[in-house]
C-alpha cells in the first residue's frame, strides 16, 4: 500500500501541472484561437481535435489531482481537509474537460474555488514541519488565486488578456501540487 500511496503522491510531482501546460502550448497551434484573449475552456467550442484536447487536458490534471488527495487521505486524518478541497478542485476539473464551457457542469457550479483554501489547509495541517519553500508558496499560491478570483468576479479582468491572466493564475494552482508532492517526498524521509 506504501508504494502506490508514494506512486500517487509522485505522479503530482509532474501530470496535474504538466497536463495543464501540455493544453496551453496546443493552443498556440489552434488557428484562430488567441491565447492572450481567451480562456482554455473555449477550445472546446472549436471542433474536431481542438475539443478532444480541451477535453484530455483537464481530464488527465484532475484524475492526478483525486489520485493525490487519495493518497493523502490513505496517511489518515493529518491531511484531511487539504484532501477533501482537493478533490473538489480534481473533480471540477474532470467536468471542466467532460462538459462543455456554458453548461453549469462546466466546473461543477464552480465548486473548484475551494481550491484557494486548498495550499494554506495543507500547511496548515502539515505544521511546523513545513519547509520554508512550502510555506512561502502555500501563502501566494492562494493569494494569487484570490487575486484571480477577484478579477473576475469584479469585471476587471481586462477582456483583451483573460486567457493570459487565467494562464498566470493557472501557474501556482496547479504547481502547488507540484510543490507539496516534494514536500511529502522529503518529509516522509
Known amino acids: 500500500m506504501t508504494a502506490v500511496r508514494n506512486l500517487a503522491i509522485q505522479q503530482a510531482v509532474y501530470i496535474p501541472l504538466g497536463a495543464m501546460l501540455a493544453l496551453i502550448a496546443f493552443a498556440f497551434t489552434v488557428p484562430g484561437y488567441h491565447s492572450l484573449s481567451q480562456h482554455l475552456s473555449e477550445l472546446g467550442l472549436l471542433p474536431g481535435l481542438q475539443a478532444k484536447a480541451v477535453q484530455a487536458g483537464p481530464v488527465a490534471s484532475g484524475s492526478a489531482i483525486i489520485l493525490f488527495s487519495l493518497a493523502l487521505l490513505a496517511q489518515g486524518r493529518r491531511f484531511a481537509l487539504t484532501a477533501l478541497t482537493s478533490t ?5 476539473m474532470v467536468s471542466n474537460g467532460v462538459f462543455t464551457i456554458g453548461s453549469p457542469m462546466h466546473g461543477l ?6 481550491s484557494i483554501l486548498t495550499p494554506l489547509l495543507f500547511l496548515a495541517e502539515l505544521g511546523p514541519q513545513a519547509s520554508t519553500r512550502m510555506a512561502w508558496f502555500a501563502r501566494a499560491s492562494s493569494l494569487l488565486g484570490m487575486a484571480y478570483l477577484w478579477l473576475m468576479m469584479s469585471g476587471f479582468d481586462p477582456e483583451p488578456y483573460r486567457g493570459l491572466t487565467q494562464r498566470l493564475a493557472l501557474l501556482p494552482a496547479f504547481g502547488w501540487y507540484t510543490v507539496a508532492a516534494l514536500e511529502l517526498r522529503s518529509f516522509r524521509r
Do not use: K
Open 88 to 92: 473538489l478542485f480534481g473533480v471540477s
Open 109 to 114: 457550479y464552480g465548486i473548484g474555488i475551494f
